[in-house]
Nanobody, 124 residues
Framework: QVQLVESGGGLVQAGGSLRLSCAAS????????MAWFRQAPGKEREFVAA????????YNIDSVKGRFTISRENAKNTVDLQMNNLKAEDTAVYYC?????????????????WGQGTQVTISS
């Protein structure tokens, strides 16, 4: 049974930092592209960042480029999202997702497995 469990969310002031982590189990982690998406109240789920099996990285340039960094550690079955210089508009539930064999899509459809999400709230 595949499980993705996010952690690290919380409440921080604007300009602060958070590090989200996603622990995967029940799958051969190195075979999967991993991604972070987020969803704010009343909005559609939005792509944040993805990292392929080979380490190719994509970011939602308009929203997070230069502030967020995605990384993965296959030995630990984890994918992290370091978020710096946080803004009020970063407030959302952040989801980890896994795509078997894909390149790390910016669209949610290819991702077969999803975590339950972790809340990130930025106070201005």
């Amino acid at each position: 049974q595949v499980q993705l469990v996010e952690s690290g969310g919380g409440l921080v002031q604007a300009g602060g930092s958070l590090r989200l982590s996603c622990a995967a189990s029940g799958l051969t982690f190195s075979w999967f592209a991993m991604a972070w998406f987020r969803q704010a109240p009343g909005k559609e789920r939005e792509f944040v960042a993805a990292i392929s099996r080979s380490g190719t990285i994509k970011y939602n340039i308009d929203s997070v480029k230069g502030r967020f960094t995605i990384s993965r550690e296959n030995a630990k079955n984890t994918v992290d999202l370091q978020m710096n210089n946080l803004k009020a508009e970063d407030t959302a539930v952040y989801y980890c997702a896994a795509d078997p064999g894909g390149p790390g899509s910016e669209k949610p459809d290819p991702y077969e497995y999803w975590g339950q999400g972790t809340q990130v709230t930025i106070s201005s």
